[in-house]
């Protein structure tokens, strides 16, 4: 009997050290990344410093983002583009031209055109989805990336017309901040890279601050983007979503 007993009790011990050992799945992976860069008002200034085969140059900008449907962006350098602002509502997006003194509609093909000669699309640009909204989430593999473990992450669009069929992304296992990412058609082809090249805290978050975007369909060194402050929760006044702001 006291073998028995015994053996039961080996048993169970095994069984919860396996069961502690397991990975979380890709759906609760998926969530915390979420939680940990989601907000419902964020206001944020940045650098993109576009790598070109002509040089480089950098373009400076301030943005005001509420829930997943409504952002609005100035930018304030260089001179050349300063007062240019796009405004987004829902699917829609209006871009603000002082030059000319004209309001464009972007919409369809024209949302996957790049910004400024950047890496990024207008979708990229916009996007502030919840990837968990989104795609589904397997966990693929562990690996380590900027000497960090993390959790290797394989997303396939729920459907529905979005810019990338299917994503790898490499998610921090303690901070929960994806440090690497592989965009790709629905074809499987790979589209556009990302790389978080630094992560700071800020206010209780862990967010890339400095980071590479690569169109691999383009030559180039790619698009550096420098996140020079980001606030959470912000106030943000009504009018700042509206279409009179782009002239303002």
Not at 12 to 32: R, Y
Not at 171 to 182: G, M
Request: glycine share 6%.
């Amino acid at each position: 009997m006291k073998r028995i007993i015994c053996y039961i009790s080996f048993v169970c011990l095994l069984t919860a050290a396996v069961t502690a050992q397991e990975p979380p799945s890709g759906e609760d992976i998926l969530k915390q990344v979420d939680a940990n860069i989601g907000s419902d008002n964020k206001i944020s200034v940045a650098e993109m410093t576009i790598h070109g085969r002509r040089g480089s140059r950098t373009v400076k900008s301030k943005s005001w983002l509420r829930g997943q449907d409504e952002s609005f962006t100035e930018y304030l350098a260089p001179a050349r583009e300063k007062g240019t602002k796009m405004l987004k509502l829902g699917d829609q997006l209006w871009i603000y031209l002082p030059s000319t003194n004209r309001t464009i509609k972007i919409s369809g093909h024209m949302m996957r055109q790049s910004v400024m000669g950047s890496d990024l699309s207008y979708e990229d640009m916009m996007e502030d989805q919840d990837l968990q909204k989104i795609y589904d989430a397997q966990v693929a593999a562990e690996e380590v990336i900027l000497e960090r473990p993390c959790w290797v992450l394989e997303l396939t669009s729920k459907g529905g017309n979005i810019a990338y069929h299917s994503r790898k992304i490499w998610v921090d296992k303690e901070r929960f901040v994806s440090l690497r990412e592989d965009r790709f058609a629905r074809s499987g082809k790979l589209l556009k890279t990302f790389e978080a090249k630094e992560v700071s805290r800020i206010q209780n978050r862990w967010v890339p601050t400095r980071m590479v975007f690569k169109d691999v369909l383009k030559s180039g060194k790619g698009t550096e983007f420098i996140l020079e402050s980001i606030e959470f929760n912000a106030d943000i006044p009504e009018h700042v979503f509206t279409k009179a702001s782009l002239r303002k």
